[in-house]
């Protein structure tokens, strides 16, 4: 078998299969209608069909154990021993443990569910104890070898690096960090790298990405150290520390000053990167795994602008290999199957397996400089343009991102709303039955009729306002019958978006998202939401919220064009959700909702670029809201990130309320909000809705009384984390009747 590199590989590849086969499996075992062996028989075959897919390429570096049942870091905790004890004692088998951690179960919730750096995958937060006792447990990764090699295929087994690990951990020891822990599981990964050398792995991959963000010096020793003791270890493979989404800094010089024989850099996202790598001197011994192509988007490379690239590169290191950026995992699998995308809009795109070609065709370039590269794009259509949208944003003032001061709006949303204390709400979507997703199906290929289509859906819409009603709920919503998912339904009705058929990416677990795609400029063709909202608020004297998205977060959510500057097209979309927000309140909506939850997701890494940042991110919202009336109340929704950071940014929205999700985090966002001195509306989730577990009255009792000791009661919200969707009726039922018990209960407190 061969030490050498090879000339092309990639980081990581979509595990969900083209036809989301993963998600249709796992979700079936959870169900019971197949077991263990069967949900393992329909893994290996998805990872058989990858492998072959990248032998094919001619790619040559192949990864391996970047499959996951439902989350790589996960994956790793249980590779390095790190399963926390409460989840350890309930005598479950090896796989329901591992599901018990990642979803919850009646006795236990689940794992801090967060995002993985600025993207929209979730991971799942290690939990480190006093108790928790490292050892190495390779049996994933060797198996999965084990598989590739039997197909003919030397892979790469892939780990999350011991200092990220450490780094995205909590500890659960007041007072100790995760980190401190380094030395210890140090000697674990040398474990691990002696059990793969041992059944014959020549390469293994560590992923380190947490140093393209700001570490102390102390980090980067540790960083240092760790890789200078696992090139100590005898009989181990050769170690490829993989980083991606930005620069190194000071790490990059602090990894090549150890014996790691490849090191990884992003090219894309992190351009500086090669001008510290020129600065460093020789680099002797060393291959420098270039990632020329881009990992997070879905436009062509351009490969003239990469082989140049490339050629500095080659010109600094021994050995040169390209790869993508980062792992595939954030694109869609295949390009083949959109076989409706507008021709002009599919001639300059690419997805995973088309990104493959694209390395393998740098990496030939760059080995022989012969191969024939295609001939640049032509311009973007004229069509694509919007004279009208770009002479609204150039008429713009500083007035149109204003409204009146919070405290006489609070004043008069109350003399219009009559909420009491501790009012109870949802976060918009209501379960997605199988008999809905039918019936949107059969109105997608004509099977439904327009009339047949709305009625059906009005039916879902009072059917979620009765329960709601029922239930004791103070602020409704209609559920969203109508929408599959919350970007793709605005992308749909959006000048300048294109959806695609097949273009799944994973989130989190078995739940995937179809990415729109940004290619033009952004306006609205006609009202998209109110008479969804308009119906609602005609079944019920209850205030009924109206349901958008903001700029950010379809900017997020979605594939971006990269011809213009971000935040101008954050501005195009929030100019059409201001024209929606008129028209909502217009209509008599009381209450617009406008989520955000990805404003923290997008932060960039570094520090010293986060406040530009957050300027247009909080400029683009206040543009989509400031266009209503004081008596109308805004709320926003955020979820799934660590928000302590941005607490000041959260309170320049200028929103009268924001839910956050709070259960998983155990309500650590309150000591940032307490802090920061944030004054106005506030909804802590007190359930976790990622998890089939009903929380216990007393326990949303319990979240509720820690959230008053820092919010006034006229203040605090009672909502779940986040939207139902996942979740089945008798879950929601169920929980929400807890919900609303417990803030009736804390009112006549």
């Not at 879905?298 to 990469?306: K, M, P, Y």
């Not at 559920?479 to 339904?489: F, N």
């Not at 919202?621 to 209503?628: D, Y």
Request: with cysteine.
């Amino acid at each position: 078998m061969s030490t050498t590199f090879g000339q092309s590989t990639v980081l990581g590849y979509p595990r969900i299969g083209g036809n989301r086969e993963l998600k249709k499996a796992v979700e079936a075992y959870w169900a019971g209608r197949i077991d263990a062996a069967e949900l393992e028989s329909a893994s290996v075959a998805l990872r058989a069909g990858v492998w072959r897919t990248l032998r094919d390429a001619r790619l040559d570096a192949i990864p391996s154990n970047t499959f996951s049942y439902y989350d790589h870091v996960l994956d790793t905790a249980v590779a390095v021993g790190a399963v926390p004890r409460r989840f350890a004692r309930l005598g479950l088998s090896g796989l329901d443990t591992y599901f018990a951690m990642a979803r919850g179960v009646d006795a236990e919730p689940a794992l801090e569910l967060t995002k993985w750096f600025d993207t929209n995958y979730h991971y799942l937060v290690p939990e480190i104890g006093s108790d928790t006792v490292f050892a190495a447990n390779p049996d994933k990764a060797l198996r999965e070898y084990g598989e590739s090699r039997a197909l003919g295929i030397e892979s790469r087994p892939v780990l999350v690096g011991p200092a990220t690990f450490l780094l995205l951990a909590k500890t659960s020891t007041p007072g100790a960090k995760a980190f401190d822990r380094m030395a210890e599981l140090v000697d674990v990964y040398a474990d691990i790298l002696r059990a793969l050398a041992a059944a014959g792995v020549t390469w293994v991959q560590l992923d380190e990405p947490a140093y393209v963000a700001d570490r102390t010096t102390a980090e980067i020793e540790a960083l240092r150290d760790a890789y200078t003791r696992l090139c100590s270890v005898r009989q181990r493979p050769r170690i490829f520390v993989a980083t991606y989404f930005g620069e190194l800094g000071d790490a990059l010089p602090a990894l090549l000053d150890t014996p790691v024989e490849a090191l990884g850099l992003d090219l894309v996202a992190g351009p500086g990167n090669l001008r510290r790598l020129a600065g460093a001197g020789p680099l002797h011994g060393k291959t420098i795994v270039a990632g020329l192509v881009d990992g997070r988007n879905v436009w062509r490379t351009d490969l003239r602008a990469a082989i140049a690239t490339g050629a500095v590169v080659t010109g600094l290191a021994d050995h040169v290999a390209v790869s993508t950026s980062c792992s595939l995992l954030h694109t869609p699998v295949d390009l083949c199957a959109e076989t409706a995308l507008d021709p002009q809009l599919r001639l300059r795109m690419a997805f995973a397996r088309q990104k493959v070609d694209e390395v393998v065709l740098l990496g030939r370039a760059l080995r022989d400089g012969t191969t024939a590269l295609p001939e640049p794009l032509p311009p973007a259509p004229a069509a694509w343009r919007d004279d009208t949208v770009r002479g609204r944003l150039a008429a713009l003032r500083p007035g149109d991102r204003q409204r009146g001061d919070h405290r006489q709006r609070a004043a008069a949303q109350q003399a219009r709303l009559h909420l009491p204390p501790l009012p109870t709400t949802t976060i918009g979507s209501f379960p997605q039955t199988a008999e809905l997703r039918a019936a949107r199906a059969a109105h997608r290929s004509g099977r439904l009729d327009d009339s047949g289509y709305v009625q059906r859906m009005r039916a879902e819409v009072e059917h979620v306002i009765r329960l709601q009603e029922r239930l004791g709920l103070d602020v409704l919503v209609h559920g969203e019958p109508e929408r599959s998912d919350m970007v793709q339904y605005f992308g749909e009705q959006l000048t300048g978006f294109a959806t695609t058929e097949h273009g799944w990416v994973q989130s989190y677990g078995s739940r995937c998202v179809r990415p729109p795609i940004i290619y033009g400029d952004v306006a609205r063709r006609a009202p998209m939401t109110v008479a969804w909202s308009s119906y609602a608020q005609s079944l019920t004297d209850r205030p009924v919220k109206g349901m958008l998205t903001g700029p950010v977060t379809i900017l997020a959510w979605s594939f971006v064009r990269d011809d213009q500057p971000i935040d101008v097209t954050a501005d195009q979309i929030a100019l059409a959700l201001r024209d929606e927000c008129r028209d909502l309140q217009a209509a008599g909506i009381r209450v617009i909702q406008v989520d955000e939850p990805a404003l923290r997701e997008t932060l960039p890494l570094r520090a010293a670029e986060q406040a530009a940042y957050l300027d247009w991110a909080v400029d683009a919202f206040r543009l989509a809201t400031s266009g209503v009336a004081d008596d109308t109340q805004i709320h926003t929704h955020l979820c799934y990130s660590e928000f302590g950071e941005i607490i000041a940014a959260i309170d320049t929205l200028d929103a009268d309320v924001t839910s956050i999700e709070a259960s998983r985090s155990k309500m650590e966002v309150l000591g940032d909000l307490a802090a920061a001195g944030y004054h106005r509306g506030v909804g802590p989730g007190v359930w976790d809705i990622h998890s089939p577990r009903v929380p216990p009255r007393d326990e949303v009792v319990e979240a509720l009384r820690r959230a008053l000791a820092v919010v006034p009661a006229e203040r605090l919200w009672v909502n779940p984390d986040c939207g139902l969707k996942t979740r089945s009726y008798p879950e929601v039922e169920a929980s929400l009747a807890h919900l609303v018990a417990a803030a009736v209960e804390l009112r006549g407190r």
